[in-house]
């Protein structure tokens, strides 16, 4: 064996020698820790990154979406999503689509005040037209703004069995009022709007369990630390019934958080990237209405 | 001794009580139903936002009122006038003099500017409603919430053995909605036709919802002296409980099972043999 071989072969058992060091390294660190907390931290990032990349989705673009979509089928000339805030005891717009929809959004509507206060409050559909007859109907926001409907179509969102908010409509357009097949379609898009809602919501909670689970872990109390366990391995089941888009879409967003932890250009590169991509795919399927940029853009990544 | 089971008692010999067959409920003709009723004598009970007496609509006084709400220790009632929190009470209680003219309103407001116990709240007006004697109850609303399901079926059955008429507007939505559920009272949604006939409504003989009435493009009483043209099964109840109240005017003390037997052969599709 020649001198050069030797070192090879020194080089090359002291880079196995230092990468099994640092496994056991690595192992017996776990083991200190406990296995489950680097799992729970991994959950957690990954969990963090697949929200931030799936939030406009599942959430405001997604509602806003049911909005434009119910508009457009039924046939409306614009569109509101209002949710409950149970504390301020008002209706606060979600979702507005259509004239005057940037204006209207700065309002928020107190229950027991206009159609979609009453249909907050009393869980029953409701339709009406002629409604400039009388401007003080749900329409005294929409007057002060410069916008009076002539029909109104109002269904609440129930969230379990409660409501959590009202999806309403304006303007039939063809016809003087929305019919009640209208009224029918209305409630499944809000049935649509209250699911992707409450997914949201269940996605903050879960999102808070872990962080509490993580907060407690130095607690010294093996009784605590087994319930911990008991609850990262309910967690960790729940993980893996995701679907495989689920799945996918964890594994792109581990990447881009990954990415964007590197640096400023490194961040613009991606979003460059990315949006290239995605435009171009949108001009080969023929395009959505909507643009991922100016959302992925105004979040702090 | 003679031990015969509790119920069983009001089947004795002696006990047993004559009833009366008229009307023929399953033969009865509008003219026989209600003629010449105006619904004067019978209590109807509007379970809702409150009635505003002085729309034009409501055409005469307004015989009681109570207004049920959440307070620190439990539920207030208020038996003061009041004004209506939406509109939709008046709208109801309009359609219903617009068919008995004389009947005896009461309002009891249970829908108010808040969401707090509106569940409890809602509950507590049905029971002011049965414990105060009215002879129907107009529910153009009514609660999704599971936890009152068999509390708020107990006080339905309680009204129906006391004879209480609750008339209960259904959801048009895809989730249960109680009481319009319940056979105890009688559910009804909007039929599909504009034509404005305050009389014409439909049995539909595979329930929960028994009889479509008037509930498209109505013209109703608003707030503040407004009308306005309105759809929704809300509207399409009080057209039921106006023509109950002219039937109780003319024949007091029909049960609620009679009145459903009455309502279903005067329906547009029942046929006479």
């Not at chain 1, 963090?48 to 406009?56: D, F």
């Not at chain 2, 003989?205 to 028994?210: D, G």
Request: aromatic residues 8%; proline residues 5%.
């Amino acid at each position: 064996m020649d001198q050069q071989s030797t070192l090879d072969a020194l080089a090359q058992a002291r880079e196995t020698l230092t990468r099994q060091a640092k496994e056991i390294e690595a192992l017996q660190q776990r083991l200190q820790r406990e296995q489950f907390a680097e799992e729970l931290q991994q959950l957690l990032t990954s969990l963090e990154a697949t929200s931030i990349i799936l939030a406009p989705f599942t959430h405001s673009q997604l509602l806003e979406m049911v909005v434009r979509t119910a508009a457009q089928v039924i046939a409306a000339q614009a569109g509101s999503l209002f949710l409950i805030d149970e504390e301020a005891q008002d209706l606060v717009f979600e979702v507005a689509i259509g004239p005057k929809s940037q204006a209207v959004k700065q309002f928020r509507v107190p229950l027991g005040h206009g159609i979609a206060g009453m249909v907050a409050v009393s869980g029953q559909p409701m339709a009406i037209s002629h409604a400039r007859e009388d401007q003080r109907l749900a329409v005294d926001i929409a007057s002060s703004i410069d916008y009076v409907p002539e029909s109104v179509l109002c269904v609440p969102l129930f969230y379990n069995d409660r409501v959590i908010g009202a999806l309403e409509l304006l303007d039939k357009m063809g016809a003087p009022s929305f019919s009640p097949t209208d009224m029918e379609i209305l409630a499944l898009f809000a049935k649509m709007a209250a699911i992707a809602i409450a997914q949201s919501r269940a996605y903050q909670d879960q999102r808070s369990v872990l962080n509490a689970l993580l907060r407690s872990f130095g607690e010294k109390d093996p009784d605590h630390r087994q319930r911990l366990y008991r609850g990262a391995i309910a967690f960790s089941n729940w993980m893996e019934k995701d679907t495989v888009a689920d799945t996918k879409a964890r594994k792109l967003a581990l990447l881009v958080h990954e990415l964007t932890s590197y640096g400023e250009n490194e961040y613009e590169m991606c979003v460059n990237i990315l949006q290239s991509f995605v435009t171009n795919l949108r001009n080969r399927q023929g395009g959505y209405d909507f643009s991922l940029s100016g959302t992925v853009q105004g979040r702090s990544i | 001794m003679n031990m015969q089971p509790a119920w069983s008692s009001q089947f004795t010999h002696e006990t047993i009580r004559r009833i009366s067959l008229d009307p023929p409920v399953d033969s009865i003709t509008w003219e026989d139903a209600c003629e010449g009723s105006t619904g004067k004598g019978v209590k109807v009970a509007v379970i809702d936002s409150g009635i505003d007496a002085t729309h034009p609509a409501i055409q005469g006084p307004v015989n009681g009122y109570v207004e049920i709400r959440a307070g620190d220790d439990g539920l207030v009632y208020n038996e003061e006038p009041h004004e209506d929190a939406y509109g939709h009470a008046t709208a109801c209680a309009g359609i219903i003099r617009a068919i008995a003219p004389e009947c005896e309103l009461y309002s009891i407001k249970v829908l108010g500017k808040a969401l707090v116990g509106t569940g409890t709240i809602f509950m507590a007006g049905v029971r002011w409603a049965i414990d105060h004697d009215m002879h129907v109850c107009n529910l153009s609303l009514g609660t999704t919430k599971k936890d009152f399901f068999a509390s708020l079926h107990e006080l339905t059955d309680l009204a129906y053995f006391r004879r209480v008429v609750l008339v209960s507007a259904a959801n048009n939505l895809p989730i249960p909605s109680f009481p319009s559920m319940y056979a105890s009272v009688i559910s009804v949604a909007s039929h599909q036709e504009k034509e404005q006939d305050p009389y014409r409504f439909y049995y539909n003989p595979e329930p929960p919802v028994e009889f479509g009435a008037p509930g498209i493009d109505v013209r109703v009483a608003w707030q503040n002296q407004q009308w306005i043209t309105a759809t929704g099964n809300s509207f399409a109840a009080p057209h039921i409980t106006g023509i109950v109240a002219r039937i109780l005017g003319k024949h007091p003390g029909l049960t609620p099972f009679q009145i459903k037997t009455v309502l279903r052969t005067l329906a547009a599709n029942a046929s006479r043999p």
